[in-house]
């Protein structure tokens, strides 16, 4: 049975606190808080006040997604605003080594953001540290996008070098996640699936979130 993420991206955000309160109730395992700052992505989404807002009403703990360049400036305000775990992106960060140790002096699970083009062999020498590793399924940047197919062949990677070196990290997945692509990504080695539009517009995300969890 996977855990579920829904991601507060496609919550309403003139309802934060109603949505909050629904996936309180709900079997969800986390919130996914996705931080974008239109530079690492073409798109803004919210920062830290946002998050601490909704690290008041919410009960499950805050699995942030950190969609930034240089994040390292943030870590201590992140937690202090509720983070759990957070996760950078690969790709935005030169010293990867540094920034994960960081991340673990505070107390906060680390983890790791890999781009659809971005190979899980690049993690190979990091990957013992991690308590997580993010596999995008679309771009980042905006909720409601496609699914790439291309995902399962590197969750399955990944799941093997996993199994070889006895590590402990989840597998999470982020993008395009369903009811249809959510059996195969579970079979592969996922751990975690992030869902966003596919919750939040769905009649009865409670249901929905449900639905995955025993997908
Ligand atoms: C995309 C974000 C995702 C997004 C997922 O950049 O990282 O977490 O909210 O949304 P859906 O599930 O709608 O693809
Ligand atoms: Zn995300």
Not at 95 to 116: F, S
Not at 171 to 189: H, T
């Amino acid at each position: 049975m996977a855990e579920i993420a829904p991601s507060i991206l496609a919550a309403d955000f003139a309802n934060l606190q109603r949505d909050i309160e629904m996936l309180n109730a709900s079997p969800a395992d986390y919130i996914h808080v996705d931080v974008m700052d239109g530079m690492f992505v073409p798109n803004i989404s919210f920062g830290i006040p946002v998050c601490e807002a909704i690290n008041k009403h919410a009960t499950k703990p805050l699995d942030v997604h950190l969609m930034i360049e240089q994040p390292d400036r943030y870590f201590e305000s992140f937690k202090k605003a509720g983070a759990a775990g957070l996760t950078v992106h690969y790709e935005a960060c030169p010293h990867l080594h540094r920034t994960v140790q960081h991340i673990k002096e505070l107390d906060v699970l680390p983890g790791v953001a890999l781009n659809p083009h971005t190979p899980v062999e690049v993690l190979s020498e990091i990957l013992g540290d991690l308590s997580l590793v993010l596999i995008m399924s679309v771009n980042p940047g905006f909720g409601g996008q496609k699914f790439i197919q291309h995902t399962y062949q590197k969750i399955a990677r990944l799941q093997s070098l996993k199994e070889k070196f006895g590590y402990t990290f989840k597998i999470e997945v982020d993008g395009g996640v369903n009811l249809d692509n959510a059996p195969l990504l579970i079979r592969e080695g996922v751990n975690i699936l992030v869902a966003g539009s596919f919750v939040f517009s769905s009649e009865n995300p409670s249901k929905t979130i449900a639905d995955l969890k025993n997908s």
